[in-house]
């Protein structure tokens, strides 16, 4: 049974850096998945930041492109993502997901969600 | 970016009657839609994939139909745990993936 985790800060400064990672159990990070972070807030719903492939292929959404960046630790087998110019828009509670297999259009398992609230 | 719109937002029924939820996509997305299911405090729910198919352990009572820019979610008997947010989401044009904005399914 596929399980994720997320953790990292709860609170982030305006400008700062938000960073996250979800760890990984019941699956190999390395078997062929595309591991994916979502965010939601109540005034944008649900909104797909971007996937990562297990041989390290990666898709961001466009309207985050420049501020987002995401990589695996296969030792540890987590994943990770990172926002850098974050405002109070980026609050949010954050998911990770797995869509699996190499060509996928769903995600099937999912993190339990971490609230990360940006304020000074 | 293809938008996805949930139709009602919010749907009041009672235990036992049948609910009907619409999502339709801004273009033609073919099959590439699914269907989650949200509790409060909790991630979404993988229900149906590629617009019919039910995920696993997802009971029969939930049903998904429709292809191109029109897909319906019927729940035949709703049970008290069904009442919830039901989410749709594509991913017909790679990579991008979006949700539709939900409806809520209430007593």
């Known amino acids: 049974q596929v399980q994720l985790q997320e953790s990292g800060p709860g609170l982030v400064k305006p400008s700062g850096t938000l960073s996250l990672t979800c760890d990984v159990s019941?699956?190999?990070?390395?078997?062929?998945?595309?591991w994916n972070w979502v965010r939601q807030t109540p005034g944008r719903g649900l909104e797909w930041l971007g996937d990562i492939y297990h041989r390290g292929d990666i898709n961001y959404n466009p309207s985050l492109e420049g501020r987002v960046t995401m990589s695996l630790d296969k030792s540890k087998n987590q994943f990770s993502l990172t926002l850098t110019s974050v405002t109070v828009a980026d609050t949010a509670v954050y998911y990770c997901?797995?869509?699996?297999?190499?060509?996928?259009?769903?995600?099937?398992?999912w993190g339990p969600g971490s609230l990360v609230t940006v304020t000074s | 970016e293809i938008v996805l719109t949930q139709s009602p937002a919010t749907l009041s029924l009672s235990p036992g009657e049948r609910a009907t939820l619409s999502c339709r996509a801004s273009?033609?997305?073919?099959?590439?839609l699914a269907w989650y299911q949200q509790k409060p405090g909790q991630a979404p729910r993988l229900l149906i994939s590629d617009a019919s198919d039910r995920a696993t352990g997802i009971p029969a009572r939930f049903a998904g139909s429709g292809s191109g820019t029109d897909f319906t979610l019927t729940i035949s008997s709703l049970e008290p745990e069904d009442f919830a947010v039901y989410y749709c989401q594509q991913r017909s044009v790679w990579p991008v993936i979006t949700f539709g904005q939900g409806t809520r399914l209430e007593i």
């Open positions: 019941g699956v190999s990070i390395s078997s062929p998945n595309w």
């Open positions: 273009q033609d997305v073919a099959t590439y």
């Open positions: 997901a797995r869509g699996p297999g190499s060509v996928t259009s769903i995600l099937d398992s």
